[in-house]
């Protein structure tokens, strides 16, 4: 005779206990993919994603180092009535990098032009929760759920 407590239906998050091998619900209670000895899989987190921009950045870094390291021959530069003379891979970083600030320096400003907009049309609809974070479902709405009382 079986204990009484293995007949009742599993409560919230409790898995089923397993059955033996020979019956009909044989693996029941066990997450797919761990029935035969196979981890489940994992979706893509933002951890992943970090490490994965992290090291494509490592990477980029190295190549940028390689390419001045290449490039130590001293040149002679003429802007706007300035003359100086610096290394070719550092002159041409340094011009890569201020091409990089006007393009931040515009996105900004774009930025900040929409959040005006948005401003002035009434906030965008979406609520915060103190310091910008969800409530604790996860899920920020401006309408009560479905089947609510209002």
């Known amino acids: 005779m079986q204990p009484e407590h ?17 019956s009909a619900d044989a693996g029941a209670g066990v997450p797919a993919g761990e029935l035969h000895g196979v981890p489940p899989k994992v979706g893509r987190t933002r951890t992943s994603t970090t490490w994965g921009v992290l090291a494509s950045g490592l990477v980029f870094l190295v190549v940028i180092l ?9 040149v002679r530069v003429h802007f706007f009535g300035a003359t100086w003379s610096i290394p070719l891979g550092v002159d041409l970083l340094l011009a890569a990098v201020l091409g990089g600030l006007v393009m931040c320096t515009a996105g900004a400003a ?28 996860g899920i920020a709405t401006t309408h009560p759920p479905a089947g609510s009382p209002r």
């Open 6 to 22: 293995e007949d009742r239906e599993p409560q919230g998050g409790e898995l089923a206990p397993p059955r033996e091998a020979g």
């Open 66 to 74: 390689v390419f001045i390291l290449e490039n130590l021959r001293t």
């Open 110 to 137: 774009r930025i900040l032009q929409l959040r005006r907009v948005a401003r002035a049309q009434g906030g965008g609809g979406v609520k915060r929760f103190g310091r910008n974070r969800l409530p604790r479902g």
